[in-house]
């Protein structure tokens, strides 16, 4: 008989919470979701790093992560934002870029290599070509460098005409 760590029985509580401006895809998906662990006294301390530090969705975030493990059983929760190392397009899980081609959003590529320090954000377009995650045509057009969230771009598919979502490599 397997026995579930207390620590492995939360996190797989929280690996449930969807991102609640991508329900697609869930916060382990994105990388978002970093540790959870329960203290001695059963409190559940989660740790979150933001796609960006700016990124409007932590309150969301958080309240879903308490609300989803507070439901479970978990009365005392934590989550704690962090920013160190800064989240990167590379922490996303193979599955979560599936889920986002599946959602009609296509999945960033390898984020570009960088040193320590603060990430640089250019607003040039990629050299790259997107695929549309419709027709997975790599005739397309970036329209804007930003679209319904700062992490995304929004682009066109010349092939079917189709909008369509960047996740951008960050």
Known sequence: ????????????????????????????????????????????????????????????????????????????????????????????SDAGRRKLAEAGIAPPGDAPPRRGGPVPVTLTAPPRRIRCPHCGSAETDRLSDFSGTACKALCRCRACREPFEHFKEL
């Open 1 to 92: 008989m397997v026995t579930m760590t207390r620590d492995t029985a939360a996190r797989r509580v929280a690996e449930t919470v969807t991102d609640p401006e991508l329900p697609a895809v869930t916060l382990a998906d994105l990388g978002v979701l970093r540790d959870v662990r329960v203290t001695g006294d059963g409190a559940v301390i989660v740790s979150i790093t933001p796609t960006y530090s700016g990124c409007p969705a932590m309150h969301a975030m958080r309240d879903d992560l308490v609300h989803a493990l507070q439901d479970a059983g978990y009365r005392d929760v934590d989550v704690r934002v962090v920013l160190h190392p800064a989240w990167t397009t590379d922490w996303m």
